[in-house]
């Protein structure tokens, strides 16, 4: 739906998961019988969770221990994990800062990006899945300075699966496809301590960009002859429902931060920030003290003694699929929603 602005302007109504509500149908299951697995390229992963790559969030010994949960977790390229050989004294001064110096502190530590720099050396030491991860990334960038990376060509040339993203419409989704990634962020990252609506007024709420890109999956389906390019809703979800809405609305996975920096393994010590918050230039995002509120394994797949949605994140989906009559993600993706009419207050 289009409104109109002001006489010279006019724009497309557009959703948040806030605004969305998942409707049960008549049939109901048994949450135990409700798979929540998804497969991209030759895995498969028994949650349909993908870890943001954030230093506060994924380490190698986080990694390890989510994957053996069933979920994926991405770590940093560029992170203090590659960039120390002892990462933990930073990490401890990184949690140690006051507020006002934290984002300066930051920029001093890292560097920015440099894909095409490092990619050897990951492919080299045996990684699966490659992700190339921006607050937005086109598969045509223009700039006089320098070359830009070829999408295309660099997918073209590696031998694993890439996800590529964030990308919040049709048109950005369909272009990221058609350069051969395996899968592709719809959103922009954006979640605790993310500024980019602030800084660079860029913002697509988060259920309009996931059900957009997903209609680009199904048309590039048949564009292509037959090829599946999943779609990861990627930021703003904090709580479990938050998760199965994004889900509903037509993404194959979730990629999160925050529910994890709140984990008693998580590197952060309580505190969360991602590649945003050190822009050398113009950061767009914070350091935020995030709190801990249980293990790795009680996030994931609890027990909850909590009703606040951030703990035992795979329980509720499960509970929420059943409720709403679906045994698997493809068929909950056409579960029937509905637009509240206010979102409801966040606790």
């Known amino acids: 739906m289009t409104v109109e602005i002001g006489r010279g302007k006019s724009g497309r109504r557009a959703y948040s998961l806030d605004e969305i509500g998942i409707v049960p149908s008549r049939r109901t299951r048994d949450p135990e019988e409700v798979s929540t697995a998804w ?34 977790a991405i770590l940093d390229l560029e992170g203090l994990w590659t960039r120390y050989e002892d990462p ?13 110096s934290a984002t300066g502190r930051l920029q001093e530590i890292y560097t920015p990006q440099r894909t095409v720099r490092y990619y050897k050396t990951v492919l080299d030491a045996g990684a699966d899945i490659f992700v190339i ?15 830009p990376l070829n999408l295309k060509q660099f997918i073209y040339e590696l031998d694993i699966p890439v996800i590529v993203g964030g990308c919040a419409t049709y048109t950005a989704a369909l272009h990221l496809m058609r350069t051969g990634a ?41 564009e292509s002859g037959g ?46 920030w991602g590649s945003e918050a050190h822009h050398p230039d113009l950061p767009r995002g914070a350091r935020v003290k995030v709190g801990t509120v ?15 949605g951030s703990l035992n994140l795979i329980g509720a989906l499960r509970r929420t699929m059943a409720i709403s009559g679906y ?9 029937e929603v509905v637009v509240t009419p206010s979102a409801p207050p966040r606790r």
């Open 227 to 272: 090829r599946y390019v999943h779609v990861i809703a990627d930021g703003g979800m904090t709580r479990s429902g938050d998760i199965a809405k994004a889900l509903a609305c037509g993404s194959d996975a979730v990629m999160v931060g925050s529910p994890f920096a709140r984990a008693e393994q998580a590197p952060g010590r309580g505190y969360h």
């Open 182 to 222: 395996a899968g592709v962020l719809a959103g922009f990252g954006g979640g605790s301590g993310h500024t980019t609506a602030a800084v660079l007024g860029v913002a697509v709420p988060m259920a309009t960009a996931i059900a957009d890109v997903a209609a680009a999956r199904r048309d590039y389906l048949d």
């Open 294 to 308: 249980g293990t790795l394994e009680q996030i994931l797949c609890g027990p909850s003694a909590v009703a606040d």
């Open 39 to 72: 497969q991209i390229d030759a895995y498969r992963f028994e949650l349909p969770l993908v870890v943001s790559p954030m230093d506060s969030v994924v380490s190698p010994a986080t990694a390890v221990a989510i994957g053996r949960l069933g979920g994926l």
């Open 327 to 335: 045994s698997d993600l493809k068929e909950f993706q056409r579960v």
């Open 88 to 100: 933990e004294p930073v990490l401890a001064e990184v949690a140690a800062l006051d507020d006002e």
């Open 133 to 147: 991860r921006g607050t937005t990334v086109s598969a045509e960038h223009v700039s006089g300075q320098a070359e």
